[in-house]
Structures are given as structure tokens and as C-alpha cells.
């Protein structure tokens, strides 16, 4: 398995930056697509956006697309999602996921998840 843990959440107002971050365990991260996902309460858990292995592609939802960017420093395990110019829209818990082949944007391409972190944004 592959041990995952976001970070990086929080309380902020609209138009203000966050970093999230995903810390792997294990040796094996290089080896692992990335992919970040969100979930509101009361709704399905949607993709947000995914990075290859060696970071070369990266894939974005349209809802996100220009605001957020997805990482990763292979050295560290640690897989990064930079939002910035967040809106209300934005709250929810966000999780990180690794899939061991190239991904989709659906969750069940993901074999390992992390247990989430909140970020909340007032309006």
C-alpha cells in the first residue's frame, strides 16, 4: 500500500492562495501517478486534477483549470496542489490519490487515498 497525507488546509477568503500537500510513505512514490479530488458535503467526490509520474503531463477540471496547479518533488514523496483565486465554490475536503497506471478522471483509477484535508473559503 501507499500510505498518503494531505495537508495544507484551511479557513480563507475568497480570492486568497492555498498549498495543499501530499506526503507518501514508501519508496515507490516515483513510480505513482497523482491526482487530487474534492468533495462537498452532500455531493459525489469529483476530480480535480492529476500529474504523471514524472510530472511531464498534468490534468486539470474546467471548474479549475487556470487557478489551481498540481506538482510533485519526487525527492520529497510529496505531491502539491497550489490554489489560487479561491471562491466559495472551492470548500470542500480534498483528497489526494495515486494510481499505478496512467489515470482517468474517475476515483476508481485510483488504487491508494489519503483521509483529506478541509479547506473552507468565506465569501
Known amino acids: 500500500q501507499v500510505p498518503l497525507v494531505e495537508s495544507g488546509g484551511g479557513l480563507v477568503q475568497a480570492g486568497d492562495s492555498l498549498r495543499l500537500s501530499c506526503a507518501a510513505s514508501?519508496?515507490?512514490?516515483?513510480?505513482?501517478?497523482m491526482g487530487w479530488f474534492r468533495q462537498a458535503p452532500g455531493k459525489e467526490r469529483e476530480f480535480v486534477a492529476a500529474?504523471?509520474?514524472?510530472?511531464?503531463?498534468?490534468d486539470y477540471a474546467d471548474s479549475v483549470k487556470g487557478r489551481f496547479t498540481i506538482s510533485r518533488n519526487n525527492a520529497k514523496s510529496t505531491t502539491y496542489l497550489q490554489m489560487n483565486s479561491l471562491k466559495p465554490e472551492d470548500t470542500a475536503v480534498y483528497y489526494c490519490?495515486?494510481?499505478?497506471?496512467?489515470?482517468?478522471?474517475?476515483?476508481?483509477?485510483?488504487?491508494?487515498w489519503g483521509q483529506g484535508t478541509q479547506v473552507t473559503v468565506s465569501s
Open positions: 490519490a495515486a494510481s499505478g497506471r496512467y489515470p482517468n478522471r474517475g476515483t476508481g483509477d485510483y488504487a491508494y
Open positions: 514508501g519508496r515507490t512514490f516515483g513510480t505513482y501517478h
Open positions: 500529474i504523471t509520474r514524472n510530472g511531464f503531463s498534468t
